[in-house]
């Protein structure tokens, strides 16, 4: 199957600070990409969606200033978090999709996830 | 908005018995369902992607099927193992959404006893 992956898999930083997670997909060009957030025992949810060369859109209640999310190329979609807080420290998990005619454009790959701990 | 729901939140069973997952949905256009698993700390691995067209899908021990109708599908794990031991999640895609975005239910936590 196709691979997603994401740097850094763990990430501990202090408070005010500002963290970036990168995604990439490995083996396939992706038109879209999407950023969700898991709370402990809770499902996942959708942040944003991103289309290479294209500003994200944003889910209700996102703050867009706050997760600044970069989709540069087919292959690279970077999450940053700014001026982090202790509510910000959850599980980042971004995904990837080819687009419609393109081989894998109906599944989303997703990444292993990135952990935050902001303290 | 689609909402998906899932039931039960956990079940335990022992080993080698058939496992039963239930997903319902509220918005009967969906392009396709998708069946996730996800081991604790890490990211969803997908098991199944159903289409619209189809009622079925069957990989190996696994099998989930579809029916738009009455909003619900249901994935089968037979004999199970405690390896099967995970949250299964499972996601609607509508057909309104061109970018393919998932509404995932909260979950089913499976525990495969020995």
């Known amino acids: 199957g196709a691979v997603v992956s994401q740097h850094p898999s763990w990430v501990i930083c202090k408070s005010g600070t500002s963290v970036k997670i990168e995604c990439r997909s490995l083996?396939?060009?992706?038109?879209?990409m999407f950023w969700y957030r898991q709370f402990p025992k809770q499902s996942l949810m959708l942040m944003a969606t991103s289309n290479e060369g294209s500003k994200a859109t944003y889910e209700q209640g996102v703050e867009k200033d706050k997760f600044l999310i970069n989709h540069a190329s087919l292959t690279l979609s970077t999450l940053t978090v700014t001026s982090a807080h202790p509510e910000d420290s959850s599980f980042y998990i971004c995904?990837?999709?080819?687009?419609?005619?393109?081989?894998?454009?109906?599944?989303?790959?997703f990444g292993p996830g990135t952990r935050l701990l902001v303290l | 908005k689609q909402e998906v729901t899932q039931i039960p939140a956990a079940l335990s069973v022992p080993e080698g018995e058939n496992l039963v997952l239930n997903c319902s949905f509220t918005?009967?256009?969906?392009?396709?369902l998708q069946w996730f698993r996800q081991d604790p700390g890490k990211g969803l691995t997908s098991l199944l992607l159903?289409?619209?067209?189809?009622r079925e899908q069957t990989s190996g021990r696994l099998n989930a099927s579809l029916d738009k109708s009455s909003g619900r599908s249901t994935l089968y794990i037979a004999a199970s193992q405690p390896g099967d031991s995970a949250t299964y999640l499972c996601a609607a895609r509508l057909w309104t959404d061109s970018w393919g975005k998932l509404q995932f239910g909260a979950g089913t936590q499976v525990v495969v006893t020995p």
């Open positions: 083996d396939f060009q992706a038109t879209t």
């Open positions: 995904s990837a999709r080819g687009g419609l005619g393109l081989e894998r454009g109906e599944t989303q790959y």
């Open positions: 159903i289409q619209s067209s189809q």
């Open positions: 918005d009967s256009a969906i392009y396709n």
